[in-house]
């Protein structure tokens, strides 16, 4: 090979090495961004349902205070509520197995849909990682 020739492979051949090192850098940089974006997208849910929850516990510790402000000073004279007749996680899993939206299950239950989300998944969580067992005294409960 004629001298210039060889010049030019060596030449060709480096720059084709650069541009092969900056694409992998490149494709590295990109995944790490993509990285970044999934994380950025679960810190922000989570932080659209403690909005939710927290605002919903204060509109309904409002309600409380001005429930308990029309009563009177008396607060121990306040009749009790009656206690729900099913557990909350219950009665979620329910409306979705009926086919309900999240939203109409938040309307129903007075609760926000982040809360509704939440119940949700921690049920579906805890049905997956429990197994159900029998007591001794005829009653079925849920044991890790």
Do not use: C, Y
């Not at 950025?40 to 309600?63: M, P, W």
Request: charged share 25%.
């Amino acid at each position: 090979m004629p001298m210039p020739m060889l010049v030019l492979t060596s030449i060709l051949l480096l720059a084709t090495g650069v541009i092969l090192l900056v694409a992998t850098r490149l494709v590295r940089a990109l995944r790490h961004t993509v990285e970044l974006e999934q994380r950025i997208a679960r810190l922000q849910e989570g932080v659209n349902l403690l909005t939710d929850t927290t605002e919903t516990g204060f509109r309904q510790v409002a309600a409380e205070v001005e429930r308990l402000s029309s009563l009177g000073t008396s607060p121990a004279a306040a009749p009790q509520a009656p206690p729900a007749a099913r557990p909350t996680a219950v009665r979620l899993r329910a409306a979705t197995r009926r086919g309900r939206t999240v939203k109409e299950i938040a309307a129903a239950e007075q609760v926000s849909e982040g809360e509704v989300r939440l119940r949700l998944s921690l049920a579906d969580a805890g049905a997956s990682g429990r197994t159900r067992k029998t007591t001794e005294s005829g009653r079925a409960s849920l044991r890790a």
